[in-house]
């Protein structure tokens, strides 16, 4: 009887915790994807891979900053490991139901992903980011099973 009681109660259980184990594999897709296109977003000054925000509910619609200004690409490491930090802190505060976005605003970007404009990386790094979060969601598994 008891195992009846256990089930009974793992169906009824069974809708929050889809909500949240989809919940919690959106947040790992973006940032997966912030990640990597952080990583490959052609730098100077920084403030191209500084602009990929992750959001909850709207997407961003304000230019930064770089978040630590250089020239040269003298200041990428530091901004880049900011930029993926700050990502992570955000999607950290997502509650399940709540949309994720991620986003980057600054003008010349679809010059940056399309054209290839940057001689740091070639044009469709953008693409790349969006198919590494793809394919992270595609071999995930949710956890969700019976005990």
Same mark, same amino acid.
């Given at each position: 009887?008891?195992?009846?009681?256990?089930? #009974? !109660?793992?169906?009824?259980?069974?809708?929050? *915790? &889809? #909500?949240?184990?989809?919940?919690?594999?959106?947040? @790992?897709?973006? &940032?997966?994807?912030?990640?990597?296109? &952080?990583?490959?977003?052609?730098?100077?000054?920084?403030?191209?891979?500084?602009?990929? /925000?992750?959001?909850?509910?709207?997407?961003?619609?304000?230019?930064?900053?770089? /978040?630590?200004?250089?020239?040269?690409?003298?200041?990428?490491?530091?901004?880049?490991?900011?930029? &993926?930090?700050?990502?992570?802190?955000?999607?950290?505060? !997502?509650?399940?139901? #709540?949309?994720?976005?991620?986003?980057?605003?600054?003008?010349?970007?679809?010059?940056?992903?399309?054209?290839?404009?940057?001689?740091?990386?070639?044009?469709?790094?953008? @693409?790349?980011?969006?198919?590494?979060? /793809?394919?992270?969601? !595609?071999?995930?598994?949710?956890?969700?099973?019976? *005990?």
């Amino acid at each position: 009887m008891a195992d009846l009681l256990a089930l #009974e !109660k793992w169906c009824n259980d069974l809708p929050d *915790r &889809i #909500e949240q184990a989809a919940s919690d594999l959106a947040v @790992e897709v973006v &940032i997966r994807m912030a990640t990597n296109l &952080i990583q490959h977003t052609p730098v100077d000054v920084t403030t191209a891979a500084s602009n990929w /925000i992750a959001s909850i509910n709207a997407p961003n619609m304000f230019e930064m900053p770089a /978040i630590h200004p250089g020239t040269h690409g003298s200041t990428a490491g530091a901004s880049r490991a900011e930029a &993926i930090a700050y990502v992570q802190r955000v999607v950290a505060m !997502k509650d399940p139901g #709540e949309p994720l976005w991620l986003s980057n605003i600054v003008p010349y970007m679809v010059f940056l992903t399309n054209h290839g404009t940057s001689q740091q990386e070639p044009a469709g790094f953008f @693409e790349r980011g969006v198919l590494v979060g /793809i394919s992270y969601a !595609k071999s995930a598994t949710l956890g969700i099973r019976p *005990r």
